[in-house]
Every structure is written in structure tokens, then in C-alpha cells.
């Protein structure tokens, strides 16, 4: 790689903080060093690449087209050369991985106990994401190994993206039990408009199937987390519909009771996702085995 041999990571290291942070100043907190010191470390790689990498105005450093495409090869570039040199040392190699909080909290731990079980000297980081698009991007920008989502099996991904369905996902209607709908048979569509409906976070495709299977309807109650709308749906404030493993301890407590569905949502997976040149990398292959994959790897 020919830019791996002009530019020295720590000159892309600072470039990133400069992104992020938007001012010299900021940046050069965030590193530890002299603003001076940022400064010239950019200058320095503006001529080395012979282009300008920002944009310098009042309120901030504003990135050019060069610098954007550097922003998006420069995290690879630095995990590239960050897996060399653990690997040339010896050092085990930690196993970035991403999933959305209640993802993280209630479906990852049978599978990182699995991996746990295979691979005991294998550092696993869990990494938050705060949305699917989050999420996506950084996979595709290597800044993950891998990640678990919610998504609907027609969902297009970007090219350089594998990935397995490891399970469908079962919608469940719940509600607290003095609700009207409680103990009901199956409820329509048509049924659910004439009550109050409550909806976690858009945060993957299960939420964008959840308002599609609903609309139209006038009484939505937005909420900014699956905890918030767990805790309204037990305080009678309307009824809820999320996954099924989001809703169990619920359920099994008695602070909520399902109710059946009449139709059927499209349907939704988990979907484990990872970069596709990368699979063959032995960690990760252990991770996709420990995930216990039924099906042919797309």
C-alpha cells in the first residue's frame, strides 16, 4: 500500500482526531499534545499527499474531497497496520463486536459464552451501536469485526458485507393486564387502531415493520428506548409491540400478557453481519461457528 509507506500513523491518527473533534485545539486535548504539535502533524501530511485535507474556517476544520476519502480509508489503514503488529508480536488479537443495546443485553451472552467455551484466549470488545445505520457503517469501515442486527430478510446490504440469518424474530403483541385487549383472541390490524400503540426507538427494521404494519394509525406513542416502552406498556399507558426476547422477562413476570396477533408482520431475522474478506481471518471464523450458523453463508 503506497500510502502506508508516505504517511505515518500517527499523522493519520491526529487527522482522525481533527475529524472528529473539528478544531485543532479539541484534538490535540483529546491526544495529549501541544496544538502546535497537531498542526504541523497535519501540515506535514497535507504535503506528503501533495492535496488539502480541510478547509480551515472560524468555527471549525471542514473537510475537503481528498480529506473525505481519506477519512473513509484511514481507520482500515490503522486497524491493517495494528493487526500486523500484534500479530508479528505474538499478542492475541481482540474481536471487535457490535450490536444494539438490548441486542447486547438479552441475545449476545449465549453466544459470547459459546465463543467463551471454543476460544478462552480470545479478547472480545463489545462495542454499543446506537442504530442499524451505525451499525452497518461500522462493519463496512472495519472499526468492527462483526455485528448483530435486526433485519428483514429482503434488506439490501452494501457489497462488502456477508452475512447469516441466524433466527426469525417473533413480533409480540403485549399488554398489561387490565388492558382491554387482554385475553382476547387474535386481534386485527383494524382492532389495534382503536387503541394506543407504543414505539421503541427507530433504531433497526423491526420498527420500520412494526409502523408499516400499523399505519394507518392515529394514536402512536413514541419512545426513545425498548426499556421506556416496556415500562409505559406494564403502567397501562397504551400497548406495545417489539420482538419477542425483548418482552420475556415481562411476560414470565406477569407484568405484561401477550396478545395474539391476527396477521403477520413481514418477516424479520437476526442477522449476523461481518466484512467479507475478512471471514476467513480465524477469529472471526470462530465467532461465526459459535453462533451456531444453520444456514450457507450469503
Not at 32 to 39: G, K, N, R
Not at 115 to 134: C, I, K, Y
Not at 261 to 282: F, G, I, K, N
Amino acid at each position: 500500500m503506497r500510502l502506508i509507506r508516505i504517511v505515518e500513523m500517527r499523522q493519520l491518527r491526529t487527522f482522525l482526531a481533527v475529524v472528529e473533534h473539528r478544531t485543532v485545539t479539541d484534538a490535540a486535548t483529546a491526544l495529549d499534545l501541544a496544538p502546535s504539535s497537531v498542526s504541523q502533524q497535519i501540515r506535514v501530511l497535507e504535503a506528503d499527499l501533495g492535496v488539502a485535507l480541510f478547509v480551515r474556517r472560524h468555527g471549525g476544520m471542514d473537510l475537503t474531497e481528498a480529506g473525505e476519502r481519506l477519512s473513509s480509508r484511514a481507520p482500515r489503514l490503522l486497524d491493517e497496520v495494528e493487526r500486523a503488529r500484534r500479530e508479528v508480536a505474538g499478542l492475541p488479537r481482540t474481536l471487535r463486536f457490535g450490536a444494539m443495546e438490548t441486542m447486547i443485553a438479552t441475545r449476545l451472552p449465549s453466544l459470547l459464552r459459546r465463543l467463551g467455551e471454543t476460544r478462552p484466549d480470545l479478547d472480545v470488545r463489545v462495542d454499543r451501536a446506537d442504530n442499524h445505520t451505525d451499525l452497518m457503517e461500522r462493519v463496512r469501515g472495519g472499526e468492527l469485526d462483526a455485528g448483530l442486527t435486526l433485519d428483514s430478510r429482503v434488506a439490501a446490504l452494501p457489497p462488502e458485507l456477508a452475512y447469516v440469518d441466524l433466527e426469525p424474530v417473533v413480533p409480540t403483541l403485549a399488554v398489561r393486564g387490565d388492558h382491554p385487549l387482554a385475553g382476547r383472541g387474535p386481534v386485527t390490524r383494524a382492532e389495534l387502531r382503536g387503541h394506543r400503540m407504543i414505539l421503541g426507538p427507530k433504531a433497526c427494521s423491526f420498527h420500520v415493520l412494526t409502523e408499516r404494519y400499523l399505519a394507518p394509525h392515529d394514536d402512536l406513542a413514541r419512545v426513545s428506548s425498548v426499556f421506556v416502552a416496556r415500562s409505559w406498556a406494564a403502567q397501562g399507558i397504551g400497548a406495545v409491540l417489539l420482538p419477542d426476547f425483548t418482552l420475556a422477562a415481562e411476560l414470565d413476570a406477569g407484568t405484561l400478557v401477550r396478545v395474539p396477533l391476527a396477521e403477520e408482520l413481514q418477516e424479520c431475522w437476526m442477522r449476523l453481519v461481518w466484512r467479507a474478506d475478512r471471514e476467513t481471518e480465524p477469529d472471526l471464523r470462530d465467532l461465526l461457528y459459535s453462533a451456531s450458523i444453520p444456514e450457507i453463508i450469503r
